[in-house]
Structures are given as structure tokens and as C-alpha cells.
């Protein structure tokens, strides 16, 4: 191999420095070595092995039906802090009752008067349907008894004729303290809020879809189209993309995977050889899910594709050893064996800096972020274990030639350049990486924390679609619940309980005159009744669900509804949505809660914890090489080059995403840094072991830049073109998230080709 020789162009001397003293030959550390001992022992009792990895492989197999996607979209933003506690404790309140399904009404033209009557009966048939609490649309809207024009008349009268229905539309958009008339200013679209009482994630949702669906169906007019929106069926929608995307990823990486094996080595045979291993640990990974019960998610959809190119990455370190290091002349199985002890423990070391960066995710108060580290890691050392075990088995029918075609071909090699750079201007690479360093995270820390939901839907899927509309036209309807305790007050049915509501909603309606404020006050507003809490006889005809959901049964709670949009949209919408949660504790609210108040808190709190995690798997996995090495300098030397290109992955956020930081970005960078530290772990333990066998340091640097930098150069490029597949997926989350993944492990590769060396040169980083 040619590592045998010195690079050209490094230094015109091979294997000669100042710094070049005889190394002291030292015994290999049992605790790094053991880890290459899986493959040892499959090479050579391959019957035994064949019967392990077979039964491992049934097992996945066999488990693979009880995979299971999660459709309960506020677990994934529900931790155990105070926001989300007032939410489950909403939720319980109101029995699950504070979720609505959306009907998006559209026609391009503006609609005709056959397409309001479609309308008007499509509504009255949603109000007759099973777990439909009530449904609000224009068809349900009335002005109140003492209006001027229409006293208490309805605002789509009927006959409905589009001429006299104008004004009246016009008339109710000018009254304050009510909902909007849910029709678009343009008329070409209208909005139907039906009330469920399903719990989010409860089994009877999808029937109820599919009903509402067939209904929308049944209730058509030429140009009249319908969508069926609102969180319920964002979380379908979301499942349904997610088996998509799980399909398709991991078939697209694992034939780009092939492809790019059957680039580095010039032969298919090898290829598929190589890749298989990966494919086998891709299909535990999958069993692991399966097996374990835990969901796949909008968060953890990106384990198996993420196991799966790391498989191959390992297999082709792997694999290139086999065919360029390990000695032609001793019989194969001695070979593989040898393959196995050399390049095992780095491949298992690196499984295992990984497993930490998964599992410091678990720090985060997130179920399903604690989902994650768990698969993350399980799913991680369980394909190291399948793609070492796998390669053993299969190196032996790697073709004889498959050696000399990989030196003829000489696809991937080290630039002269980097060479060159490390002996000749180290001391200068190091001044400029601490200085982009520096300025990178300088960028970062400018980054701002955020979270929008429409970034977690489907984006080619017709709620995405329709999601916007509703942003626009109808500013959103996820629902914030504003609590009043009035129990001091006598309850709300007392004068003065009553007053400190109206009040209250009052103050809520003038703070933020672009939001409807629905109470108990703004009822008795429309139904006329004023001076006096409302009785009975004036609530007869309100749906008794909607009741439930605006006072406690014992009359000492009043609920304000306020339909509002993603919080985090955009800046206005920011500005707006802090706007109104400071106006409703100003105004004496003991809780605010609901979904959007989840969206505004509890991804930022995930952020910075996350950033805690980041910060812990990184000096963990460092210490732990430097352990495993017995080197404790090297925790500082590998640190360094680790840190850069997660500090320019971050600030790239401010060219990619507008400078914000949001949970998969995050997400990305602690995954990213175990991944990432595995190139180093590769080249530091290859530059170990040559100085073992007693190469000076130059020469040991010289022979792990061409020998291990090779390997290292088509392992990243495999790794990028695995992940390019991300950009298939419906999800933007998902699409970032290999984005990071993959300006990570591009700037990775050249600090620990050009960084790396040039510190590993200094005498500070020596034994």
C-alpha cells in the first residue's frame, strides 16, 4: 500500500524531522483493542456467527409489523415544566375537548350562491355527526338583538343570495369583541371550525376524519373544493408523511450508498459486499424500534437513514483495510482477522462517542427527545456490533483482483496540499482555525432560539397548504385558553365575579383588537343580555359543550377562547402573540395555556438544553478516547478540531435559516459532533498505532494522512451523498437536519486532516 511511502509533496523527505526521535514501542490498550473483538471471532468461527447474526436478523424481521408512527403531536412538545403541566392539566379540564378539526372551504371565482348553500348544509351535517361537540361557521353567526341593521339576525340569511349577503358581511366584520365572519375578505374562501372531543392521539380520530371527509365529498358545487385541516389532521398527515419518508430515505440511501461503495472501489461486487453489513444494521435498527414500542417520529425518523450511512461508512474503512493494509500474503480468514483487530476497536470507539451524543440528548425534559437518545444510542452500537460481525462473514467472498483494482483506480486521495500545510505551516493552520473558530462561534452566539410549527408538517401535502390560508385569512385557529379564578369573587354568576370577567375581557378584547375573545362576557354580549351574568333561559341556545369549555361546572373558573395563529410564524406574529399572553396575565389570568402557548415556550427551553447536552457530549466523548487511548492530552487535541466545525455549522444558520436556532438545529449539532469525532478517533488511532510500531512522529502523521486520510475522505463523501437524500423528504426539519449533518462533516474532514495533524505535531499534545 502506499502508505508505506511518504506523501509527495509534504515535506520532499519521507519519514524525516526535527521532531522525528525514535518512538517507544508500547503494548496496545486491551480496553481499545477488545472492541475490535466481535469481528475477530466471527472470521474465525463463521458457522456461530452465521447462526447469531440470523437469528438477530429473524428477530427484526420478525417484530417489524408492531412498527408504529406517533400521531399525537403535543408529545412532541410536552415536557414535565409548568407550561406543560397547565396544559395536561387544560386538557383534563376540558376532557380532551380543546382541539378543533378545520374545513377550509375554497373557490377561485368567489363563491356562488349553490356553493353557500353546499356550505350551509355541510355544516348542519357536521353538527349532526358522532363526537362533534358543535360547529362554528358563518352559518352559525348572529348579530346581536340591539344591532341597528340586523338585530339579532343571522349574518347568512336565507334565502342566501351573494347581493344582500355582502352587506351583511360587511356589517358583522365591523363589530368588535366577536369573531370574524370566517369568510376571506376576497370570498374565495371560508373556514368551519368543528369541536371534537378526542383527546389528541385518541384512535377514534382517523374514522372521524375519514367521515368528515366522505361529507365534504357528498356536499360539492362546480369550482367548490374542500380541505380538512386543524391539528387533528396535521397529525395524521404527519404520520402519513413520515412512512413515506421512511421508504423512501432509506431505499435512496442505501442505492446511493451502493453507488458510491461501487465509485470508491470500482467493482459492484465489492459494493454490495461492502454495503450489506450497513443494510443488515439498518434492519435492526428498525427492529429496535419495533421491539422497544417507542414511535417513530417527526424526531427520530432520521435514525435509520443516519445508521444506515454510518454502517457504510464503517463497512468501507473496513473494507479498505482489507485491501490495502492488511497482509496479501497470509491466508484470508488471518486477514480479515487482522482487519477486524485494527480497524474494529475504531469503528466501535466511534459507535460509542456516538451512543454519547445520543444519549446526552436525554438531558432534555422531552419524552420523545428521551426516545431519541435511546434509539439513537441502542440503534448505534447494535448496527456497529451487525456491520462488524457482517463484514467478517462476508469479506471472504470478496474477489481476488478487487485489491490491485482499488490501487490502479486511486479514486479518493489525500491533496499534496494538506501535507504541505501541516509540516511546513502548522503553527500558521492552528492561528487560523482558532480564529474561525472564534468569529464562528462569535455567529452562534448571535443565533436566535426558535420554533415554528409549520416547519413539522409535510410541505407537499394539502394541509400544509391549507394551514396557510387559514394563517392568512383567518389568522390561525389553534386555540389559547385564558383562565380567571373568581372564587374570591363569589364565582362568576355573583355581580361582582361577573364584573371582574367582563372586565377582564374587556381589557383582553382593547390589548389586542386583532384576536377574537370569546367568553362568557362576549356571549351575553351577543345574545343582548348586559349589566347581569346570564341565565339559564339566556344559554339555551348555546351548545352546552362550548359552555363546558368557557366555565367550571361549580361556576368558580372562567376559560377565555382565543383563536390565534403559530406564535412563532414569523416576527409579527411573534410580537402579537407576546403581546396578547402579557395582556391576559396583566389582566389577571391564573393560567394561560393551550397548544400555541406550547409552541411559544417549550421548544426554546428544549434549545438550551440541549445546548447543556452538546456541551456535555463533547467532553465526554473526547475524555473517552483519550481514556480508551491511555493519552490524556489528546482529549484537548481532539476537542479543538471537533469544535470548529460545529461552531461553522451553527453559523451557517444565519445564511440557511435566517439566523435561527430551532430544536433540529440543535438537535443536528450534538448528533453531528459524535459523528464527526468518529474521522478523528479513525485518524488518531491510526497515527497510535504507527508510533506503537516505532515511526517517529512525522512519519507516523505522513502514513495516517495517506493511509487512514483516504479511507477518511470516501467515508465523508459517503456520508454526504447518503445524507443527500434528506432533501427527498417532506419534512423541512428533516431536510435541515441533514444539512447540518452534512456542512458538519465537510468541515470535520478538513480539520482533522489539516488541524488535527498540526496540533498532534506540537509538543504540548504529546504522551
Known sequence: MAARLALVGMDGRAGTHRLGARAVVKQPLALFDVLGFPGVWASRNPVRAVLVLSLIMLGAVAVLPQLRFDDN?????????????????????????????????????????????????????????????????????????????????????????????????????ELTGTLPPLI????????MAVAIDLPHGSPGTRPLLATIGALTDAFGAPGLAYTV?????????????????????????GLLGVLMCWVIFGDLRVAALTAAPAAAGLLVTLGIFAATGLPITVITNVVPVLVLVLG?????????????????????????????????????????????????????????????????ALST????????????????????????????????????????????????????????????TFAVSLTEPWFTYRGNLAQDSAV????????????????AWVDFDLEAEGGWTTGSGWRSLVASTERLQAENPQLA?????????????????????????VPPALLRQLASEEGQTTRVMVPIGDPMRDEAALARFDRFEQSARASGAARVSGLPVLMRHEPLDIIQQLSI??????????????????????????????????????????LIDGGRMIPTAALALTVAFGIAVDDSIHFVSRFDRERRDGHAIDAALRRSLEGTGRAMIATTLLLCVGLLVVYLSAFATVRLFGTMLILTFITALLADLVFLPALLRQRWFRR
Open 73 to 173: 403531536v403535543v408529545r412532541t412538545l410536552s415536557s414535565d415544566s409548568a407550561v406543560s403541566r397547565d396544559y395536561r392539566a387544560l386538557s383534563e379540564d376540558l376532557r380532551g375537548a380543546e382541539q378543533d378539526i378545520l374545513v377550509l372551504a375554497e373557490h377561485p371565482a368567489g363563491f356562488s350562491a349553490d356553493a353557500y348553500r353546499q356550505m350551509r348544509d355541510l355544516a348542519l351535517e357536521l353538527e349532526l355527526t358522532g363526537r362533534v361537540n358543535y360547529v362554528l361557521s358563518p352559518f352559525a353567526l348572529r348579530f346581536p338583538p340591539d344591532h341597528e341593521a340586523y338585530p339579532g339576525a343571522p349574518m347568512v340569511p336565507e334565502p342566501i343570495d351573494p347581493d344582500t349577503l355582502e352587506p351583511r358581511i360587511e356589517a358583522f366584520s
Open 184 to 191: 376571506s375578505p376576497d370570498r374565495t374562501a371560508l373556514l
Open 229 to 253: 385541516a386543524g391539528e387533528p389532521a396535521m397529525a395524521v398527515d404527519i404520520v402519513e408523511a413520515l412512512r413515506v419518508d421512511l421508504i423512501r430515505l432509506n431505499v435512496a440511501g
Open 312 to 376: 457504510l461508512a464503517d463497512s468501507v474503512h473496513l473494507v479498505m483495510h482489507l485491501l490495502e493494509d492488511a497482509p496479501a500474503t497470509t491466508p484470508t480468514p488471518e486477514r480479515i482477522a487482522d482487519t477486524a483487530g485494527r480497524v474494529g476497536p475504531a469503528c466501535g470507539l466511534t459507535a460509542i462517542t456516538t451512543a454519547v451524543a445520543f444519549a446526552a440528548i436525554a438531558i432534555a425534559d422531552s419524552e420523545p427527545l428521551r426516545e431519541l437518545a435511546l434509539l439513537g
Open 381 to 440: 452500537i447494535s448496527a456497529y456490533l451487525v456491520v462488524l460481525v457482517g463484514y467478517a462473514l462476508l469479506a471472504r467472498f470478496v474477489p481476488a483482483g478487487a485489491a490491485a483494482r482499488l490501487r490502479r483506480r486511486r479514486t479518493v486521495g489525500v491533496p499534496p496540499l494538506f501535507g504541505r500545510l501541516v509540516f511546513n505551516h502548522g503553527r500558521v493552520v492552528i492561528a487560523c482555525g482558532a480564529f474561525i473558530g472564534l468569529a464562528a
Open 464 to 479: 400544509y397548504r391549507a394551514s396557510d390560508v387559514i394563517e392568512r385569512d383567518f389568522g390561525g385557529f389553534f386555540r
Open 517 to 541: 375573545v370569546i367568553s362568557l362576557a362576549t356571549l351575553a354580549a351577543q345574545l343582548g343580555v348586559s349589566g347581569r351574568p346570564p341565565g339559564p333561559e339566556d344559554l339555551a341556545d
Open 613 to 654: 447536552g452538546l456541551v456535555m457530549a463533547c467532553l465526554a466523548s473526547v475524555v473517552l478516547v483519550a481514556v480508551a487511548l491511555g493519552w490524556p492530552m489528546l482529549a484537548i487535541a481532539l476537542l479543538l478540531p471537533n469544535l470548529l466545525p460545529l461552531a461553522l455549522a451553527g453559523a451557517a444558520l444565519h
